[in-house]
């Protein structure tokens, strides 16, 4: 343990969002658990990413921010209603009366809870490894390394610099038995006895649609991983894509299957479990398929796949590495870094995963993922795709 730290009883987690982060952070949980597996550890979640960490192992309590109601209240320029869900907040919190708080966000808003739950130790990333003054807010600061690594390494750092021994992170998405119940009658129903299939996820969060890859070239890969590796294909969609999965499966000659309603990330888990692979952008639905092993042939453009890639799963990177690329814009005119990744290119990786001698002759690095110094591969796609 770091000089100054006692054990702790009770342990707060601090990661707002998004989907894809709070997955990100589950290893964390679970080394937290290892090391004290008689504390209370509870997670401050918003609640569109609940879905994330509800049901998982190793933690005892959600508490969901509810900041819609905060944003109503503020629009409709009602301050007591404002002050008053304010004050249950703060009010829940500071009654946890935790011991410690993590906080793996490392922004504003994180700290802003942080503060607001009068924790004594409050560990975050020292300056430089975090954003908008957040250091200002904890008092027990660690430095996790190279900026180059992926969030799951990143996180582990944070408690390595607590003196706790994080190596071989347990991974995973717990699923439970009724999302897994719902979901069985729907393939039985729909695919062909014994029939394995590949889910294309086309769609992101509309903040990230500039990593979407187009309908039209999700189609063609869909006919494309039929003729070649016979599989099915099943295109999943979440709230308000429906539409978009619709247009992907119709361009397909023939159509392919559109996923049913999931109705809880729980659910599309489900379903991707029992996937032979997943196709799809950088995405909650993507980082889902990693943690739960599934082979995924990731398509990478904007974002930097050595940061955000599948860990430690087998898995195909495409990211073809232009001048540009990684970025931080949220809107661009020439999304090349998209457009130059071709249905050949994915199929291909699929090939690898699932074909004859699957993962034989990949690029170093692939086949196992990204972590553990993986990235050496996806730069060899970038530059030879």
């Known amino acids: 343990m770091a000089p100054g730290l006692r054990n702790p009883e009770r342990i707060l987690i601090l990661r707002l969002s998004a989907v894809g982060d709070c997955l990100h952070t589950l290893p964390a949980l679970h080394a937290l658990r290892r090391h004290f597996p008689d504390a209370h550890i509870a997670w401050r979640v918003e609640a569109k990413a609940r879905g994330a960490v509800e049901g998982q192992p190793g933690l005892d309590e959600v508490i969901v921010v509810e900041r819609r109601g905060w944003r109503d209240a503020w629009q409709a320029r009602r301050p007591a209603q404002l002050a008053a869900a304010l004050g249950r907040h703060v009010g829940r919190l500071r009654a946890g009366r935790f011991d410690w708080g993590i906080d793996f966000q490392g922004n504003l808003t994180s700290g802003l809870h942080l503060a607001a739950a009068g924790i004594p130790c409050r560990i975050g990333f020292a300056a430089g490894a975090c954003r908008e003054g957040n250091q200002l807010f904890t008092n027990h ?25 994080v190596d071989g992170p347990k991974l995973g998405f717990a699923l439970g038995a009724e999302a897994q119940a719902r979901i069985d009658p729907w393939l039985a129903a729909t695919l062909p006895p014994g029939a394995r299939f590949v889910a294309f996820h086309p769609s992101t969060s509309a903040f990230g649609a500039y990593k979407r890859w187009s309908p039209a070239a999700f189609a063609r890969l869909g006919d494309l991983a039929r003729a070649r590796l016979g599989v099915e294909v099943v295109v999943t969609w979440g709230p308000g894509e429906e539409e978009l999965a619709a247009q992907v499966a119709g361009l397909m000659q023939p159509a392919g ?74 809107r661009c005119p020439y999304p090349d870094c998209m457009k130059l990744i071709t249905p050949l290119d994915a199929c291909a990786g699929l090939e690898r995963l699932l074909g004859a001698g699957a993962g034989a002759g990949a690029p170093a690095g692939l086949a196992g993922g990204l972590g553990a110094g993986g990235g050496r591969g996806v730069e060899a796609i970038g530059r030879c795709a």
């Open 141 to 165: 600061h660690v430095h996790p390394g190279p900026a180059r690594q992926h969030r799951i390494d990143k996180n582990l750092a944070l408690l390595r610099g607590l003196g706790l021994a």
């Open 257 to 330: 299957h559109v996923a049913c309603r999931t109705a809880s990330l729980g659910e599309l888990g489900a379903l991707l479990a029992r996937a032979a692979a997943f196709v799809g952008s950088d995405s909650a639905p993507l980082h889902l398929a990693a943690a739960l092993g599934v082979p995924t042939v990731a398509l990478f453009g904007p974002k930097d796949p050595v940061i955000y890639g599948p860990y430690r799963t087998r898995s195909e990177i495409l990211w073809k590495g232009i001048p540009c690329s990684p970025c931080r814009y949220r």
